[in-house]
T-cell receptor
Framework: DADVTQTPRNRITKTGKRIMLECSQTKGHDRMYWYRQDPGLGLRLIYYSFDVKDINKGEISDGYSVSRQAQAKFSLSLESAIPNQTALYFC???????????FGAGTRLSVL | TQLLEQSPQFLSIQEGENLTVYCNSSSVFSSLQWYRQEPGEGPVLLVTVVTGGEVKKLKRLTFQFGDARKDSSLHITAAQPGDTGLYLCAGASTGTASKLTFGTGTRLQVTL
């Protein structure tokens, strides 16, 4: 089983719908991150959390919210999806050692 | 906002050729990482370089960190089809607590 699991792997939704992407990890890491990936732009940080009571905005947090339900679970919500949120979304974890991050396989989201 | 520009953006070569990918910034980083991402998967760490001027080798891959810790390069010798993928550099800055700035990515295709 994967150490960092994202669900769903693919999702198609309509403009205005609320969407939740989920991430769970078995690595025991405190730090978790949500990124979006767009062609030619690399990975951009949406939100990050260093423990259950710590939530921080990244560089592109507008239109997104997160919830850290437990050390192992970090979910990303799009309250009212819009087409320019169509992207590949990645969850990552870190134990803070050497700044290394471990990624899930991604969720491909299409907003029509 | 720190930016990491990678060049080239796309590279298509034949098996056996050599190539170099560049990662440049105007900012100083405490360390720099290189990840490789294959279709349908998340990025996976290849190497971390920490010291200015540092060179690390991973089989046919050679990574270098610039003396001023603002840039890095990845050189692949005798490329193979298995090297195909998206290569991402990512910089960590002192005081930003495990937050990485990712480069724009270089998509490499190696054909027979």
């Amino acid at each position: 089983d994967a150490d960092v699991t994202q669900t769903p792997r693919n999702r198609i939704t309509k403009t205005g719908k609320r969407i939740m992407l989920e991430c769970s990890q078995t690595k025991g890491h405190d730090r978790m991150y949500w990124y979006r990936q767009d062609p030619g732009l690399g990975l951009r940080l949406i939100y990050y959390s260093f423990d259950v009571k710590d939530i921080n905005k990244g560089e592109i947090s507008d239109g997104y919210s997160v919830s850290r339900q437990a050390q192992a679970k970090f979910s990303l919500s799009l309250e009212s999806a819009i087409p320019n949120q169509t992207a590949l979304y990645f969850c990552a974890t870190s134990d803070g050692y050497g700044d290394i991050q471990y990624f899930g396989a991604g969720t491909r989201l299409s907003v029509l | 906002t720190q930016l990491l520009e990678q060049s080239p953006q796309f590279l298509s070569i034949q098996e056996g050729e050599n190539l170099t990918v560049y990662c440049n910034s105007s900012s100083v980083f405490s360390s720099l990482q290189w990840y490789r991402q294959e279709p349908g998967e998340g990025p996976v760490l290849l190497v971390t370089v920490v010291t200015g001027g540092e060179v690390k080798k991973l089989k046919r891959l050679t990574f270098q960190f610039g003396d001023a810790r603002k840039d890095s390069s990845l050189h692949i010798t005798a490329a193979q089809p298995g090297d195909t993928g998206l290569y991402l550099c990512a910089g960590a800055s002192t005081g930003t607590a495990s937050k990485l700035t990712f480069g724009t990515g270089t998509r490499l295709q190696v054909t027979l």
